[in-house]
């Protein structure tokens, strides 16, 4: 079953940090580019961050550069390291997976419609 799985959302202090996981199964992430969405209530849907599964080059949204970066290992994760999280940062934050992008991460995080694969969503919640 190919699916995708988050994990590592919950409640933080602002300046707090959080990092999310995405976990790919049955499939591999080498021919994927996987990128990090978000969705704040009575917002749409924002790309946040986009990694190459075979090369590795990165896209990183304006509203969040310098303060998260996406990374991936070799046991098919992604990961979201959110460091000085603001109050702006709330949202639900969904992984996805497309095959159809090649190295092309700045497109996929922009052009977000009809991605092949999107995992269930984890919500983070950035409050005092």
């Known amino acids: 079953q190919v699916q995708l799985v988050e994990s590592g959302g919950g409640l933080v202090q602002p300046g707090g940090s959080l990092r999310l996981s995405c976990a790919a199964s049955g499939f591999s992430f080498y021919s994927y580019v996987v990128g990090w969405f978000r969705q704040a209530p009575g917002k749409d849907r924002e790309g946040v961050s986009c990694?190459?599964?075979?090369?590795?080059?990165t896209f990183i949204a304006n509203s969040v550069k310098g303060r998260f970066t996406i990374s991936r290992d070799n046991a098919n994760t992604v990961y979201l390291q959110m460091n000085g999280l603001r109050e702006e940062d709330t949202a639900v934050y969904y992984c996805?997976?497309?095959?159809?992008?090649?190295?092309?991460?700045?497109?996929?995080?922009?052009?977000?419609?009809?991605?092949?694969?999107w995992g269930q969503g984890t919500p983070v919640t950035v409050s005092s």
């Open positions: 990694i190459s599964g075979s090369d590795g080059s």
């Open positions: 996805a997976a497309d095959s159809r992008y090649g190295t092309a991460v700045k497109p996929m995080c922009v052009h977000d419609e009809d991605l092949e694969i």
